[in-house]
């Protein structure tokens, strides 16, 4: 597990940033830990959205990465309270199964990208990079 970091203490970042993933499936999980801290970003993951947003309100993230769950958008809340605490934060939603329904609400309630699983390496850090440049500008 990689060590916590309070809200309100001091940071000391990753060279690329923060990031705070959270999927219920193992395998996934360890994938895209495994693809971000080899492109040297400090990884945070939880196999919940209950303990994704426990640590969103504990740390400070640059980045979420978010499973949808089932078409019952399980990680609503988790992007909900994200918006809630830093509106420029950038959150992505990752399905393996691509529903409308859950992409417009994805969108409407901030999510800055709905993406399709696998994603390759590359396409994992283009992600990245499209999305943390303009918080980047912001900062």
Do not use: W
């Not at 492109?39 to 196999?47: I, K, L, P, R, Y």
């Not at 992505?92 to 709905?114: N, P």
């Amino acid at each position: 597990m990689i060590s916590s970091q309070s809200r309100e203490g001091s940071h000391e970042f990753a060279a690329r940033g923060r990031v705070l993933l959270v999927d219920g499936n193992p395998r996934d999980l360890e994938y895209f830990h495994s693809v971000l801290e080899a492109e040297g970003f400090e990884v945070c993951a939880e196999t919940s959205c209950a303990e994704g947003v426990k640590r969103l309100e504990q740390e400070a993230f640059d980045f979420v990465l978010v499973d949808q769950g089932s078409p019952a958008f399980e990680s609503r809340t988790l992007l909900e309270r994200a918006v809630e605490i830093d509106r420029h934060l950038p959150v992505v939603v990752l399905t393996r199964c691509l529903d409308m329904r859950c992409y417009l609400e994805a969108m409407q309630l901030g999510a800055v990208d709905y993406v399709e699983k696998p994603l390759s390496p590359a396409e994992a850090l283009h992600l990245m990079e499209t999305h943390l440049r303009p918080r980047k500008l912001v900062a």
